[in-house]
């Protein structure tokens, strides 16, 4: 069919289109890129082969794209001594958090994901002795029947040691039949692990960030991944492990948010665990519409909010758009959660907006001194909790 | 006048529109249905000659339907052993949350309120020794006078035993004198009970689902309230208590959200109490307006963000609009909280989607286990967090 | 360059479109107006030539404007005994929060802070005794360099003694070069006194609104800026504090919430602190959009939600746009926090609507009487929430 032809298509441009240009050319921020899964394709069709495959919900008639993705033990998290687990395209590159999905609707994606983790760490994560030993893959926003549900219930989970291949669908906008689309920024997570919301699981590492777009959505130079969570955490970090960038030679990634004057970063923004928290960058600003501009003119468009300052509540996700610099220039913006005892406790990190040539101009001073964070081993400080900020 | 007779006439088309089709035909999943009350309107004419008169807000020349709604206290809580409280358009079907209360932009609303709350309880749920015995009726989104605003300052409220009449105006949009319109899905809840924001009552059930429509706005086949409250709780109730649906013979209400394949059904989720919360549905999405769903087409349409998670604060409410199991198909999709350790402590529910013949699909497992709630008398057991706000 | 000309215009249009007209007329309400600045232009030309300059941020060719602003201690707060700080246009006009600066798209301001703040209050308000000594002005939604983000890493804080300017530029929409505006509900504080991030500075009155407009947005009559925060506070006050409105003769400010019938009023609800809240007024309702009101029809504009709770985290900053008693009428209508035990401890205060002539009618009874609050010097009962959910 033409129309399929034409979207796939338009998925090669998309890989192609957001291969960056920073100090590492072609990572785009986030501990690894689709482009990759691309690569693996065959390796992928035979994996599927022997997982218990999963339904294709109603529209995906054809698989258009396969690619793996394994579940595997960390080293346990250097501040706090926490377990750590992460998804990784490849069992060695994985990382919390996980690799960027993406999809342009009309896709069908197949993911084989391999349950690497030992069944001793899982047990011991558990929350109820009774709970079921496995990993599973839950996303938001496609479409998936209950066998790519990813709970207990539907027993859509992967033992230790096994595969199981789920199947999303990016089901296009269609205003003949309703259905609304499914282009947004979204998430996806464990829902086993530990118990039934699979809660030690993404506490632990086990989610990343899917961005679905739809054709003609403006396209990014650099994606960012930014899970603000529990303990004043971004993406599990805080303080001085929140942002790790070498000013001399950045490498983009999870810790260091870096960008050239005049980029089109977008952030993916994700609420995860207990608590509520509020994202916001200094210098910039973002329409709070679901591709984070503002297309089209007239009344209703001049009537669309910008913001800078989010509240994100747990499993709650949106994309903030921005172009690196633009007007404000080249520094160090604080990119921090502005629930105030969240920053004070190391809730921030930095937006390194770095010259036209990639350097960062002197005269914007240093890189924010985040609190060295005083960290007991298997807990750090958490939230005084709104409790003694007098 | 033309206009306000095609309103009047949409008003019952609608509540022919809205009658149900699964076992229990004629209910739409809420503890009662308007449809009742207006049968009950002669009646309710002459409790309201009795009962002190409301004023009408401007713009409500004609009172177009009357109602009683009953306010009587409930079997305790049986977990918690909390006193519980309910609105009801009859005595005996009164329930938490109260009926679901319809009405379509235009329409004025005369709501009788019988206080049947013996005195004694009023008194026990009192913060204040000095605080006023009665109760009343507050409500979101439409327009009301002082008369109205169910208030202690105001004097509108109602001591035990008595009655008093609450006018409501559903005041439609109008280009020409700037009014914005009230269609929304709104709350209505005491706001006297015990204190002077009504905190005890509506704690104990006093509040129940207000939808206004527009003239053309979709109509859905069901309609759930789900209001996500203190102590992790769906509807004041958690874990297994808040699905209670028998899958042989589902009843549509607040403890059982079911529907069969291909039914609009519209979630309307209030936030109450103490707490922050996210609502959180497997496998459906909507659209963050007032509809949820898009309606019409180009640059801006597009740009309207697709949901399947949302922040909801105390007050808070909004309209969750999706189509069940579309493209994903029947089965037993997780609605919860997704404050991780809300939905661990049970804050969450099955959105049951049975196929065409209204029969569960085997091959989609068994419903969730919630955890049985260990619940000690007269409290539970409350978040680890947010403690003793009592 | 005509187009600039007709901003400049526009500007002072603005300044006379928004004189008020109830007991102390050509007060808007907020401890202030930016029409005294316009009077000051001269000295504040001077001020700035001794005053390091910071940076015009790109699209700024022109300094359209400048005032002065001083960042100076007031009297302790009656019942907690908090320190408390203010900015003012002029040091005896200082106050909590500080004056609305308004803005109109396309216009670049310098404002010259001076900091009158003794030392010995800045030191004792350091959360760490490393903490260099200041105070700055930061800001949102406008655009500025590094030199002007007020940060102790840009090292754009004044000391005591000192002064600084600082440039904002309200950048305006521009569909050519993709240009998003600013026109926006934003605020203004200080991110240096007592730690990186300004807590105390916030937590001790450093704050203001900031309103950016675009030209043909709609004008107020009024607007009063809410900032909720800890300790359950409109403003830093709560029960009889947060509403010292004289009936017989109220005069406009952050602690008296008047209007006459019919006048536009807008809130600029600001969120501070630690802690989530939700706005919510008795009998009024606004658009969720940029500007509080629906511009425009068709499909689109009828999807757009109205709301009268909205939840605001820590800043977060939204408008919400009423005609004071529209189809209500007059009368004493309740502003309060909707998160129950918030309201219940105070968090709550009058939107008073005047009748055509300025006088409060008989009927509406008396305005609530907030519980007074029984407060512990230096500190005061606090949310006893968000506790231990690690």
Redesign the interface.
């Given at each position: 069919m033409n129309t399929r032809r034409g979207l796939v298509l338009a998925v090669l441009l998309v890989t192609l289109a957001v291969a960056g240009g920073l100090a590492s050319a072609g990572d785009r921020g986030v501990g690894g890129s689709t482009t990759a899964a691309a690569d693996k394709g065959v390796t992928a069709v035979n994996a599927a082969a022997v997982a218990p495959a999963g339904?294709r919900?109603?529209?995906c008639s054809v698989i258009d794209r396969r690619m793996d993705l394994y579940a595997v033990e960390l080293p346990k998290d250097p501040v706090t001594n926490q377990i750590r687990l992460g998804y990784g395209l490849t069992p060695q590159t994985a990382s919390y958090p996980g690799p960027l999905i993406e999809m342009i609707e009309g896709q069908c994606l197949a993911i084989t994901l391999h349950n690497q983790v030992p069944q001793a760490t899982l047990e011991q994560l558990r929350?109820?002795p009774n709970h079921p030993i496995g990993v599973s893959l839950?996303t938001?926003?496609v479409?998936?029947?209950?066998?790519s549900?990813g709970?207990?219930?539907?027993?859509s989970f992967v033992p230790p040691g096994g595969s199981r291949t789920y199947i999303w669908?990016a089901?296009p906008?269609n205003?003949n039949t309703?259905?609304?689309?499914?282009?947004?920024y979204?998430w996806y997570h464990d829902h086993v692990v530990g118990?039934?919301?699979g809660?030690p699981g993404?506490?632990s590492g086990l989610f990343g960030g899917l961005v679905v777009r739809?054709q003609?959505d403006p396209r990014p130079d650099r994606t960012y991944v930014l899970a603000f969570g529990?303990?004043q955490t971004i993406n599990l970090r805080r303080s001085s492990e929140a942002d790790t960038c070498d000013e001399q030679n950045p490498v983009p990634g999870p810790t260091c948010v870096v960008a050239k004057l005049g980029e089109k970063v977008e952030f993916l923004v994700i609420?995860?665990?207990?608590?509520?928290?509020?994202f916001?960058v200094?210098?910039h600003?973002?329409?709070d519409?679901?591709?984070g501009?503002?297309?089209?003119?007239?009344?209703?468009?001049?009537?669309?909010?910008?913001?800078?300052?989010?509240?994100?509540?747990?499993?709650?996700?949106?994309g903030a758009r921005v172009?690196a610099g633009?007007?404000?220039?080249p520094?160090?913006?604080?990119l921090?959660c502005?629930?105030?005892?969240?920053?004070?406790l190391g809730m921030?990190t930095t937006f390194h907006v770095l010259d036209e040539n990639g350097a960062m101009t002197a005269?914007?001073?240093?890189?924010?001194?985040n609190?060295v964070q005083a960290a007991p081993a298997g807990?750090g400080q958490?939230?005084p909790?709104?409790?003694?900020?007098?």
């Open positions: 339904e919900p109603g529209g929350l109820d839950h938001h926003g479409k998936y029947t209950q066998m549900d709970t207990v219930h539907s027993n669908y089901q906008r205003t309703g259905a609304q689309g499914t282009a947004g979204w118990g039934p919301h809660t993404i506490r739809r003609g529990d303990r609420g995860i665990g207990d608590d509520m928290h509020t916001h200094h210098g600003s973002w329409a519409t679901r591709t501009v503002i297309e089209g003119t007239g009344a209703l468009a001049n009537s669309i909010p910008i913001i800078d300052n989010k509240t994100v509540g747990p499993g709650d996700t949106f172009i633009e007007s404000v220039g520094g160090h913006w604080m921090h502005h629930m105030q005892f969240h920053s004070d921030s005269h914007a001073g240093h890189a924010p001194a609190p807990g958490d939230a909790a709104h409790g003694n900020h007098g």
